[in-house]
């Protein structure tokens, strides 16, 4: 462990960028902290946060300090890189009596400045998920991923309930504490690979101590303790299964706009749609990937119609598929907690909730 | 000789394109035009039968893909679309007129004459059907291209697909969806601005709110409209029942859902 300054943390950036990595992370775009390429530290969102989020609503606030990880976790999340929105699967020409394929081109390296620990959850998730897909898989493997460890929690957060924060454990080449008081700025690094150690040991910096670590310990602590939703999940994939026809299903349905947003934001929903394009000519084709919902009647359209025609039907599988059925696909749940989809919902219909409200009845 | 040049040899004769127009502004015919990089390769597709926008070329049907912008307002249009049906294999219409009246559908269920009166110095000239209604409204129609105007990538995925013997790729999900994909920053979550986004069919790739702009809606209601849910949230934003009327009926106000939606 290292404790890095300022200028710490500005040679992280700049040895990555050395490295040859495109550095992503958090900024400041449209009244909303966004992921996007960014060189300098001083390129973060330095004095804002966002931690005030609530159902349907989330407005930024300064910070009282010059905190450069003060916030949570905004609309987008790191799913935009490693399987982003629209991808071309392959582009073929036609040559001859057939076509040639276009060769794919090299994975871009990049580096994932400031992901959280709900996150890094999300993105073991996908490990699974697209583990033979070697699209994912050769992003996945070129990224280099600085983690930041969470001292405050938002208003949607609940990481603890789903036990994958706010702490990062594992799945990162570099973990940040953010310690930012009246004292001190300082941030307390940790190695997570072999890469992450051998550019840590280049950077300058001290030993973290003792009273770093205390510190260290007491932030991410404060951020557990304040987390703004909890989900009892304790037998909740069982009572969801024993509730398939609840009237609560059209409750939501009645609120629900079926448009998908929450599918959109979430880290680890993976749905996608596959579609052949050709240019007039029909000389050259390519076949591209977008996300999808399972809010899209389409998604569910099967010979002979829809099997998912009502919002009811429709909110039910994205639920039960998030807190139950995902631990009989994937071994995990489908939900790490970070709040996003309770946000970004419109009309902020909120899962913590909804859950709630279905165990009980 | 090249590849393309050989098939064109073989090919009999390339598809022939007709482009009609009933009460409209033009605008969504001007999206095929406005293709410039790609207009040469349209042309070079099909063949450009009737569109007296952009030639004085007409060539006799029937046609294989007929393009229809704009409502139908008059007798007298009302008999030529069942003609442009005859004529036509594939009948795609084009626009919010086409496909849900128009902004001219606000007439719809309102005194004509009296329009009439105060608007024109001769009203005993005009010749006027009570409602504008869609294409849909009098013959079938295979497909539908949204929006005011059309969004000229769908126009052209369309007619390539057609042209290749595919379904066009024309979904009927929400704005918000390819809101979220191109990244943009929810206007109504993170700004208090409301939007239609959420009611609204994709296709336009959420133009307004990349303006960090509300949805207007232009591309009509999408499947399964849950505008009552967006209306109640609407209000806790602080708009008031004539706001509301006026976000749902402009250019579909004819279709059913967001003519509803605005008189509730
Ligand atoms: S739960 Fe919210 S975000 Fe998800 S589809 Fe329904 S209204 Fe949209
Ligand atoms: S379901 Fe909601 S809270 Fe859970 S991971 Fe997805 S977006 Fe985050
Ligand atoms: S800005 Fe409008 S279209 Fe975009 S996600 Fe929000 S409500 Fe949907």
């Known amino acids: 462990m290292k404790r890095l300054t300022l200028d710490g943390l500005e040679a992280l950036f700049a040895a990555l960028r050395g490295q040859g990595f495109e550095l992503i992370g958090p900024q400041l775009r449209d009244a909303a902290l966004v992921l996007g390429p960014l060189e300098h530290a001083a390129e973060l969102p330095v004095g804002w946060t966002d931690t005030a989020q609530d159902g349907g609503r989330y407005r930024l606030a300064r910070r009282p300090d010059r905190a450069h990880f003060g916030y949570v976790v905004g609309p987008q999340s790191w799913k935009r890189y490693l399987f982003p929105p629209e991808e071309v699967l392959f582009r073929a020409r036609r040559s001859g009596e057939g076509f040639a394929l276009d060769p794919a081109e090299p994975p871009p390296r990049r580096a994932f400045i400031g992901v959280r620990a709900c996150d890094l959850a999300a993105i073991q998730v996908q490990d699974r998920i697209f583990v033979h897909d070697p699209g994912y898989q050769a992003r996945r493997a070129a990224a280099f991923i600085v983690a930041v460890n969470c001292t405050e929690a938002g208003g949607t957060c609940f990481c603890v309930s789903q036990d994958t924060g706010p702490q990062a454990r594992g799945g990162f080449d570099l973990a940040l504490t953010e310690l930012c008081t009246d004292a001190r700025h300082a941030f307390v690094a940790e190695a997570g690979s072999a890469a992450g150690a051998a550019l840590l040991d280049a950077l300058p910096g001290e030993a973290a101590d003792a009273a770093d670590l205390a510190a260290a310990r007491d932030a991410i602590a404060h951020a557990a303790a304040h987390m703004g939703r909890r989900l009892d999940n304790a037998g909740l994939a069982e009572a969801l299964r024993a509730r398939l026809e609840h009237p609560h299903w059209q409750q939501v349905a009645e609120r629900c706009l079926s448009c998908g947003n929450c599918t959109m934001v979430c880290p680890t929903c993976f749905c996608a749609n596959v579609e052949d394009r050709a240019s007039l000519d029909g000389d050259s084709a390519e076949r591209v990937r977008s996300w999808d919902s399972c809010f899209n009647l389409e998604h569910s359209y099967i010979v002979g119609g829809n099997v998912r025609s009502s919002g009811a039907a429709r909110y039910r599988q994205w639920l039960t598929h998030k807190l139950a059925h995902w631990h009989d696909q994937f071994g995990v749940s489908g939900c790490t907690g970070c709040g996003r989809c309770i946000t970004w919902c419109p009309v902020g219909i909120d899962i913590t909730a909804e859950a709630a409200a279905l165990r009980a009845g | ?264």
């Open chain 2, 1 to 264: 000789m090249n590849t393309r040049s050989a098939r064109n040899a073989q090919a009999p004769r390339r598809p022939r394109l007709a482009v009609w127009k009933f009460a409209s502004c033009d605008g969504c015919q001007l999206s095929l035009l406005d293709c410039e990089d790609e207009l040469l390769a349209v042309a070079e597709a099909v063949e450009l039968a009737y569109f007296p926008e952009a030639t004085s070329t007409v060539l006799p049907g029937p046609y294989d893909i007929s393009l229809v912008e704009g409502s139908i307002t008059t007798p007298h249009d009302r008999e030529r679309i069942q003609q442009v049906r005859r004529q036509s294999k594939r009948l795609v219409t084009i626009g919010a007129c086409a496909t849900s009246g128009g902004i001219q559908a606000l007439r719809n269920g309102r005194d004509v004459t009296e329009f009439a009166r105060i608007v024109y110095a001769r009203p005993e000239y005009i010749d006027t059907l009570a409602t504008s209604t869609p294409i849909a409204a009098h013959v079938r129609v295979d497909h539908e291209l949204r929006g005011c105007p059309i969004d000229k990538g769908q126009l052209l995925a369309t007619l390539a697909a057609l042209l290749h013997g595919r379904r066009p790729p024309l979904p009927s999900h929400s704005v918000c969806e390819a809101c979220k994909r191109a990244g943009h920053v929810c206007v109504m979550v993170a700004h208090g601005t409301p939007c239609l986004g959420p009611v609204t069919q994709t296709g336009c790739g959420a133009l307004c709110p990349g303006c960090a702009r509300g949805c207007y809606g232009c591309f009509g209601p999408k499947e399964t409209p849950n505008t009552a849910a967006l209306s109640a949230h609407l209000a806790a934003l602080g708009m008031d029942d004539a706001a509301r009327r006026r976000l749902y009926q402009t250019f579909n106000a004819g279709a059913e859902a967001f003519r509803k939606a605005g008189d509730a």
